[in-house]
């Protein structure tokens, strides 16, 4: 397993310079001028050729891409264009929030769409199983923008249940340590403040993870209705065990793979895509940080960004990888 999980790591070390040369070369291919966006249209032509040079994006972009590198091999993620502020200390608390929205999102679809496929495939052919997937097909076809508008409309306006924006209460803001707000609320151990930031994250988690958990649905569906119909599965049955221990013991584990694959690449689709979800429910993420970097042509938020969307992607894929590993031991040989 350590070898296996030494490759992995190896891999991973192309990939991340190949990713920074990428993402560097979009960012720079995006049309407009950051200096004359920050400065406005009536800004001279000196003003607006020396803010280029202070900022350095008049000088070539090889000798960009280097001192890019080289700030980033140092853990600088460089300055925003717009706020002349530490990207690091900008983004931390964005990650945070979107890390806390992707997990309660990926929980939510991972009980619902596992469990609801597993009786689908339990149930084959009753309605159950019909409404289930019919509910999935739904759920895949459905936008998220228009599921979370919905939402708003009848939880929040109509019946008055739910908050319809933001993290927590602004009239009692919790005080973060790790920004983490659940988590933080519970350390400072106040009760009425965890319920405040959990009825928060309801709306957006659902609107988030309903796309996620009709797809988990349907494959655990599919993997299981094939697993079961395995030789070893009739052996178990045969023993006299269970209904329940063979499908959670014998059957599940076996059809896991390809249902870790999908929970994987949802994960990584959720934390860089959820910049709808997030302008809609004003939720503070890095998607939206990225988004306001584009408005703004701000080249050192927009990197930094995405390339943090797509190194945690990349981990999430490392985890997939070492956890098919545990499941399955064929795999690392």
Not at 34 to 63: C, H, K, W
Not at 102 to 124: C, D, E, K, L, P
Not at 142 to 151: G, S
Not at 260 to 283: C, N
Request: aromatic residues 12%; neutral net charge.
């Amino acid at each position: 397993m350590l070898a296996y999980t030494t490759r992995r790591l190896l891999i991973m070390i192309p990939v991340l310079f190949g990713m920074t040369l990428i993402v560097f070369s979009i960012v720079h291919l995006i049309p407009g001028d950051p200096a004359r966006v920050i400065l406005g249209e009536t800004a001279t032509e000196q003003a607006i050729a020396d803010l280029r040079e202070s900022m350095g994006i008049n000088r070539p972009y090889f000798v960009q891409y280097g001192i890019y590198l080289a700030d980033l091999a140092q853990g600088d993620l460089g300055t925003s264009l717009r706020t002349n502020k530490s990207i690091t200390s900008e983004i931390g608390p964005r990650i945070a929030a979107t890390f806390e929205l992707t997990i309660f999102a990926m929980i939510f679809a991972i009980i619902i769409g596992i469990n609801a496929g597993i009786i689908s495939a339990w149930r084959q052919n009753s309605w159950f199983d019909f409404s289930a997937m019919i509910f999935a097909l739904v759920g895949v076809s459905m936008p998220v923008f228009w599921l979370a508008l919905m939402e708003q409309w009848i939880f929040a306006q109509e019946l008055g249940w739910l908050p319809s924006s933001g993290r927590q209460s602004s009239l009692d803001p919790i005080e973060p340590i790790t920004y983490f707000f659940v988590l933080d609320s519970i350390l400072h151990m106040d009760f009425e403040r965890t319920i405040s930031v959990l009825k928060h994250l309801i709306l957006p988690s659902v609107a988030l993870g309903t796309i996620p958990m009709a797809i988990i649905a349907r494959m655990t569906r599919s993997t299981m209705l094939e697993v079961m119909k395995s030789d070893y599965i009739r052996t178990v049955r045969a023993k006299g065990s269970g209904q329940f221990l063979v499908i959670y013991k014998h059957a599940l584990r076996n059809a896991m793979i390809p249902v870790l694959t999908v929970i994987g690449l949802q994960t990584g689709v959720l934390l860089g895509g959820a910049i709808l979800t997030e302008t809609i429910f004003s939720w503070p993420g890095i998607g939206r940080y990225v988004y306001e970097g584009i408005n703004y042509r701000d080249y050192p938020v927009i990197q930094s960004g995405i390339l943090v969307i797509a190194f945690i992607f990349v981990i999430i894929n490392l985890i997939v990888d070492l956890l098919y590993a545990y499941i399955d031991p064929r795999v690392k040989y």
